[in-house]
Nanobody, 121 residues
Framework: QVQLVESGGGLAQAGGSLRISCAAS????????MGWYRQTPGKQRELVATITSEGVSNYADSVKGRFTISRDNAKNTVALQMNSLKPEDTAVYYCMLRVLDGMGIFLRNFWGQGTQVTVSS
């Protein structure tokens, strides 16, 4: 089974920083990309950033230059350093793990429980 455990998050002032982390337990699965998505009430979940197992990262335009995603393949962890936070960054942030089958074909995405990030103005 796959388990994603998130930590970090909380409350920050505008212009401040927060760091969120996610540890994946995915024995016998072929782990591919990991990343972070966020969701606010009434809106669809949206991409924040992803990173491949080779370290290639991708960011939403809204967070480029402010957020940095990193990954430790040995520990199966992914982290998101969020700087210059804005009130519009307030959301529940979800960790995502993409898993491939034995042939390297996409199998499914797994999701964490989510961690709240609140930015006050």
């Amino acid at each position: 089974q796959v388990q994603l455990v998130e930590s970090g998050g909380g409350l920050a002032q505008a212009g401040g920083s927060l760091r969120i982390s996610c540890a994946a337990s995915a024995n016998s699965f072929n782990m591919d990309a990991m990343g972070w998505y966020r969701q606010t009430p009434g809106k669809q979940r949206e991409l924040v950033a992803t990173i491949t197992s080779e370290g290639v990262s991708n960011y939403a335009d809204s967070v480029k230059g402010r957020f940095t995603i990193s990954r430790d393949n040995a520990k199966n962890t992914v982290a998101l350093q969020m700087n210059s936070l804005k009130p519009e960054d307030t959301a529940v942030y979800y960790c995502m793990l993409r898993v491939l089958d034995g042939m390297g074909i996409f199998l499914r995405n797994f999701w964490g429980q989510g961690t709240q990030v609140t930015v006050s103005s």
